[in-house]
C-alpha cells in the first residue's frame, strides 16, 4: 500500500480510507483488466484463436496486470482473491464463448497458453518470444488455440 501510494504522490492513509485493505485495492485494480467480455463480446467462435492471438501481441497488453497477478499468486492474503477474479472474469466468460464439450477444461487450456506466453513475451522475456513474433508463429499459437476452441469430441 505504501507503494501505491508513493507512486501516486498521497500518503498511504489516503489509499487506506479508500481501498480500505491490501485485497480491495488489489481487486479495484486488476478487476476491469480481467473482464474477457469486453475484448471478445462480438467474437466470432470460428476466428476466436486469432482474436486471441490478436490480443496477447496488440499495444493492449499490460505488463503491470501480469506481474500483479504473478504476485497475487504467492501471496497467501491476496491469492484466493486473484483466483476468483480469475475464475470469474477469465475463466467462466471464456468458457461461455467457447461452449460445447467441457468447456471450462478447454478454456483453462488456452489461458495456459495464452498466460505463458505473455509471461515468456513481456514479464520475463526469453529470445526468440522477446522479439518480433513472426506472422507464421502467430498464426501456429492461433491454430493451437482454435483446435482448443473446436475440440468436440
Same mark, same amino acid.
Given at each position: 500500500m505504501r507503494e501505491v501510494a508513493a507512486a501516486a504522490g498521497i500518503a498511504p492513509? &489516503?489509499?487506506v480510507r479508500y481501498f480500505g485493505s =491490501?485485497? =480491495?485495492l488489489f481487486a479495484e485494480a486488476v478487476a476491469d483488466s480481467f473482464d &474477457?467480455? %469486453?475484448n471478445f463480446a462480438e467474437a466470432d467462435r470460428g476466428t476466436l484463436? %486469432?482474436?486471441f492471438v490478436d490480443l496477447l501481441f496488440s499495444e493492449q497488453r499490460s505488463d503491470d496486470l501480469l506481474a500483479m497477478i504473478v504476485r497475487a499468486a504467492v501471496d497467501p492474503t491476496v491469492h484466493p482473491l486473484a483466483r476468483q477474479l480469475a475464475q470469474e472474469r477469465m475463466l467462466a466468460p471464456m468458457a461461455s464463448l467457447i461452449g460445447g464439450w467441457q468447456?471450462? %477444461?478447454r478454456a483453462s487450456l488456452i489461458l495456459s497458453i495464452v498466460t505463458g506466453l505473455w509471461f515468456y513475451r513481456f514479464l520475463l522475456p526469453v529470445e526468440p518470444l522477446a522479439g518480433e513474433i513472426d506472422k507464421a508463429d502467430r498464426q501456429h499459437i492461433a491454430d493451437m488455440i482454435q483446435a482448443i476452441i473446436d475440440d468436440e469430441r
Open positions: 492513509a &489516503l489509499v =491490501k485485497e =480491495k &474477457l467480455t %469486453r484463436g %486469432r482474436s468447456p471450462e %477444461r
